[in-house]
């Protein structure tokens, strides 16, 4: 079975910066574009970054210019790299294949809190 972990994440001050990790176990996905999740309660779990296979990143208007997503095939590994972090990026983020088609596995995801 797939696994996806996820780690990283922390209780920030606004302004400050973390790494995230996701490590997959399928060796496939280094053929996969993949893409970084957030999940706030309440709320559904939304798409922030994706990273296709050949390293070119794509983001959603909020975060663009502050996260850089990347990845290191060779380590299963993709990365999400968050700056000048602020209150409304606070939420679980998870990592996935992307698009997400029939998937439904998701791994444990990491918390982001972010303090004003």
């Known amino acids: 079975q797939v696994q996806l972990v996820e780690s990283g994440g922390g209780s920030v001050q606004a302004g400050s910066s973390l790494k995230l990790s996701c490590v997959f176990s399928r060796i496939s996905y280094r053929f996969n574009d993949m893409a970084w999740f957030r999940q706030v309660p309440g709320k559904q779990r939304e798409m922030v970054a994706t990273i296709s296979v050949d390293g070119s990143a794509t983001y959603v208007v909020p975060v663009e210019g502050r996260f850089t997503a990347t990845r290191d095939n060779d380590a299963n590994t993709i990365y999400l790299n968050m700056n000048k972090l602020k209150p409304e990026d606070t939420g679980a983020y998870y990592c996935?294949?992307?698009?997400?088609?029939?998937?439904?596995?998701w791994g444990q995801g990491t918390q982001v809190t972010v303090s004003s």
């Open positions: 996935n294949i992307w698009p997400l088609g029939r998937q439904d596995y």
